[in-house]
């Protein structure tokens, strides 16, 4: 089972679709990587979760990834003694660490590492902006501000602290525990929450240890400032637009969505861009034009994948979700402009690494070339070819279920298993055969095979191959 697209879908799995049935609906009906949320749900929910997408990836016959998405930190406000309390336009208010329960006048803030990064003039963001708060004076254990506008505050509301970097990590005890669990039973990709600074994705690598590939959710501001050495060590990421949004003012958030979908393509890692994409079909069988745009503008961009978060995990219309997702793809990638488009953001420049990836990508512009073939042990050499966004679809074989799995996320790569070749002629055969048994190739088109020699040691391809398929 192929899909019609060079886009991904990453579809979010939670109470809405943890049956057998759904999952193979959804696999079916477009998903690529499923994404277990480990904000939500137990270990074991999570467990069966992943069994019921190794079922289905039986039953469609392509592999299926597995993303982690860690938790992270939360900050949040303490509890008052009547619940909420309601702020008018001036109101003063005080945050403290003191646990004693909140009134109209303060409430605890259990976070040290917030008011040592506090400075009168600072604003604090309250339950995803609804709420600001301005600093007027502040110490190590409290700050003293004043509400911008009326507002509610009530018990656990997030606490965003707009462009300062606070000196707290990313992985909590809650997350060490989650992601030990998620290798044990085998993900393939571990996204974190909270990224500030490249020692924080340094400190997931060595954690992970190569057991799967590492994604950094772009969703701080402080992240934006330190992207390079962030993506230095990283094999994706992903555009968390929902704290972006609360943390940059809205007009900014296109245009750093862009910056970030560039960035990645130009290292050649994958970039999932993600929240609110369909949210709408939370409740409703079909999503607003605006965010069938929405989606459409992603695809435009380049980007490897697009991510439906409660729309599959706790929507009334999962499976339609992913359906329409991968309609509005399909349309766009049909659009007589959309190679154009394509070709306009590809600006790498050859170099001797890449020279016979350069050399198949300049071959693939023949009309008669169905698809790409790339041997690969470790996945490098398909994601070389889709960093430059051939049109044709990247038939990658390796003989590492995970790193096929891993490569569904990737921009127009079917990945599928295969043993190492003997031969170029049997890399031949084997590289025909697949590409028509999936139907990516048809009797007397052309297949371009990408590999390297010796066949199975990882490292440069070094040989390109034309071969037809016989009529």
Same mark, same amino acid.
């Given at each position: 089972?192929?899909?019609?697209?060079?886009?991904?879908?990453?579809?979010?799995?939670?109470?809405?679709?943890?049956?057998?049935?759904?999952?193979?609906?959804?696999?079916?009906?477009?998903?690529?990587?499923?994404?277990?949320?480990?904000?939500?749900?137990?270990?074991?929910?999570?467990?069966?979760?992943?069994?019921?997408?190794?079922?289905?990836?039986?039953?469609?016959?392509?592999?299926?990834?597995?993303?982690?998405?860690?938790?992270?930190?939360?900050?949040?406000?303490?509890?008052?003694?009547?619940?909420?309390?309601?702020?008018?336009?001036?109101?003063?208010?005080?945050?403290?660490?003191?646990?004693?329960?909140?009134?109209?006048?303060?409430?605890?803030?259990?976070?040290?590492?917030?008011?040592?990064?506090?400075?009168?003039?600072?604003?604090?963001?309250?339950? /995803?902006?609804?709420?600001?708060?301005?600093?007027?004076?502040?110490?190590?254990?409290? #700050?003293?501000?004043?509400?911008?506008?009326?507002?509610?505050?009530?018990?656990?509301?997030?606490?965003?602290?707009?462009?300062?970097?606070?000196?707290?990590?990313?992985?909590?005890?809650?997350?060490?525990?989650?992601?030990?669990?998620?290798?044990?039973?085998?993900?393939?990709?571990?996204? !974190?929450?909270?990224?500030?600074?490249?020692?924080?994705?340094?400190?997931?690598?060595?954690?992970?240890?190569?057991?799967?590939?590492?994604?950094?959710?772009?969703?701080?501001?402080?992240?934006?400032?330190?992207?390079?050495?962030?993506? /230095?060590?990283?094999?994706?990421?992903?555009?968390?637009?929902?704290?972006?949004?609360?943390?940059?003012?809205?007009?900014?958030?296109?245009?750093?969505?862009?910056?970030?979908?560039?960035?990645?393509?130009?290292?050649?890692?994958?970039?999932?861009?993600?929240?609110?994409?369909?949210?709408?079909?939370?409740?409703?069988?079909?999503?607003?034009? #605006?965010?069938? +745009? /929405?989606?459409?503008?992603?695809?435009?961009?380049?980007?490897?994948?697009?991510? !439906?978060?409660?729309?599959?995990?706790?929507?009334?219309?999962?499976?339609?979700?992913? +359906?329409?997702?991968?309609?509005?793809?399909?349309?766009?990638?049909?659009?007589?402009?959309?190679?154009?488009?394509?070709?306009?953001?590809?600006? &790498?420049?050859?170099?001797?690494?890449?020279?016979?990836?350069? #050399?198949?990508?300049?071959?693939?512009?023949?009309?008669?070339?169905?698809?790409?073939?790339?041997?690969?042990?470790?996945?490098?050499?398909?994601?070389? &070819?889709?960093?430059?966004?051939?049109?044709?679809?990247?038939?990658?074989?390796?003989?590492?279920?995970?790193?096929?799995?891993?490569?569904?996320?990737?921009?127009?790569?079917?990945?599928?298993?295969?043993?190492?070749?003997?031969?170029?002629?049997?890399?031949?055969?084997?590289?025909?055969?697949?590409?028509?048994?999936?139907?990516?190739?048809?009797?007397?088109?052309?297949?371009?095979?990408?590999?390297?020699?010796?066949?199975?040691?990882?490292?440069?391809?070094?040989?390109?191959?034309?071969?037809?398929?016989?009529?």
């Amino acid at each position: 089972m192929i899909r019609n697209r060079r886009a991904r879908i990453v579809a979010t799995l939670g109470p809405a679709s943890l049956t057998a049935e759904t999952v193979l609906a959804l696999a079916r009906a477009g998903a690529d990587v499923f994404r277990l949320n480990f904000s939500h749900g137990t270990h074991e929910d999570h467990e069966k979760a992943l069994g019921l997408v190794r079922q289905a990836e039986n039953t469609v016959e392509r592999p299926l990834g597995i993303l982690a998405d860690l938790q992270g930190p939360k900050l949040r406000l303490g509890d008052f003694k009547d619940g909420e309390v309601h702020l008018v336009d001036g109101h003063t208010f005080r945050l403290d660490l003191d646990p004693t329960l909140g009134n109209n006048k303060r409430v605890c803030l259990p976070h040290r590492e917030i008011f040592a990064a506090l400075t009168p003039g600072v604003d604090l963001l309250i339950d /995803d902006g609804r709420a600001r708060l301005k600093v007027i004076s502040c110490g190590p254990d409290f #700050a003293e501000t004043v509400s911008v506008g009326e507002a509610t505050l009530s018990n656990h509301k997030g606490v965003n602290l707009p462009g300062a970097a606070l000196a707290i990590s990313p992985l909590t005890p809650k997350d060490l525990e989650d992601l030990a669990f998620a290798l044990r039973i085998g993900v393939n990709w571990v996204a !974190l929450s909270f990224v500030q600074r490249a020692a924080d994705m340094a400190e997931l690598r060595r954690l992970v240890a190569g057991k799967a590939a590492v994604l950094a959710k772009i969703e701080k501001p402080a992240a934006l400032a330190e992207l390079n050495p962030i993506l /230095d060590l990283c094999d994706g990421i992903m555009v968390a637009r929902g704290d972006l949004g609360v943390e940059l003012p809205p007009e900014d958030v296109p245009v750093v969505q862009k910056a970030l979908v560039r960035a990645a393509r130009a290292r050649g890692i994958p970039v999932i861009v993600a929240t609110q994409m369909m949210e709408s079909m939370r409740d409703a069988p079909t999503p607003t034009r #605006a965010e069938a +745009s /929405d989606v459409a503008g992603a695809v435009y961009e380049g980007a490897d994948a697009m991510m !439906l978060s409660a729309e599959t995990a706790s929507g009334h219309y999962p499976v339609e979700a992913v +359906s329409m997702m991968s309609r509005i793809i399909e349309r766009v990638e049909h659009d007589p402009n959309w190679p154009a488009v394509m070709e306009a953001e590809h600006t &790498l420049e050859d170099d001797a690494t890449d020279s016979m990836v350069a #050399a198949a990508r300049r071959a693939a512009d023949a009309a008669s070339t169905a698809c790409l073939v790339a041997y690969t042990a470790t996945g490098q050499t398909a994601l070389r &070819l889709a960093r430059r966004r051939p049109l044709q679809p990247t038939l990658a074989l390796t003989p590492d279920i995970n790193v096929a799995r891993k490569l569904s996320l990737v921009w127009g790569i079917e990945p599928r298993t295969a043993g190492h070749p003997d031969s170029v002629e049997s890399m031949t055969q084997i590289a025909v055969g697949i590409a028509a048994g999936i139907g990516l190739a048809e009797p007397g088109q052309r297949v371009l095979i990408l590999a390297g020699i010796p066949f199975g040691a990882p490292g440069s391809a070094n040989i390109l191959r034309l071969a037809y398929l016989p009529r």
